[in-house]
């Protein structure tokens, strides 16, 4: 399936200059979402997987999806100030400043077999935050799953080794 024909173009946003790859299109094609769980499921089927873990927000609408069909556990990484109980922070470097990501502390035993799912690698900053949120849990780093990235802005180069798996290269 042709997924960068169901990803919509929109220039000049957030601001100038950028173009951002809108994926709500995607999403609103039946096709296209089953086709996105698909592949993932058929990638890591054979690793076994305990638990999904989606970056937030967009990391959710794949994520648990695919958990379900890996019969594996969903985990949320989330903004702070979402989670109720004990966390874990990692804060990382923005453009223009930092933001943080957070994590329960109980979210995966010791030992557990962990993918992490989100729409974008771009900088890699939000996924590279998110394996060092894993390292104290003492989780076991499977892979990495994305919709789309961006190749110029070199993400791969942030992130720890491990299988990384983008369906659409822009």
Do not use: W
Not at 84 to 102: F, K, M, N, S, V
């Amino acid at each position: 399936m042709d997924l960068k024909s169901l990803i919509r173009d929109i220039p000049d946003f957030p601001k100038p200059g950028i173009l951002f790859r809108d994926i709500t299109t995607l999403l609103q094609n039946p096709d296209g979402l089953r086709y996105v769980i698909d592949q993932f499921t058929e990638d890591y089927r054979e690793q076994s997987i305990d638990y999904v873990v989606g970056i937030e927000s967009r990391g959710f609408i794949f994520g648990a999806p695919l958990a379900y069909q890996l019969g594996a556990g969903f985990v949320p990484v989330r903004k702070p100030g979402k989670l109720p109980a004990a966390i874990h922070a990692q804060e990382y470097e923005l453009e223009y400043g930092t933001d943080r990501l957070e994590i329960h502390q109980d979210a995966c035993p010791a030992g557990s077999r962990v993918l992490v799912v989100d729409d974008l690698l771009a900088t890699g900053g939000t996924a590279a935050a998110t394996a060092q949120l894993l390292a104290p849990l003492n989780c076991t780093l499977v892979g990495f799953g994305f919709i789309i990235e961006l190749t110029g802005l070199a993400g791969r180069q942030k992130l720890p080794d491990c299988h990384i798996n983008a369906l659409v290269e822009y």
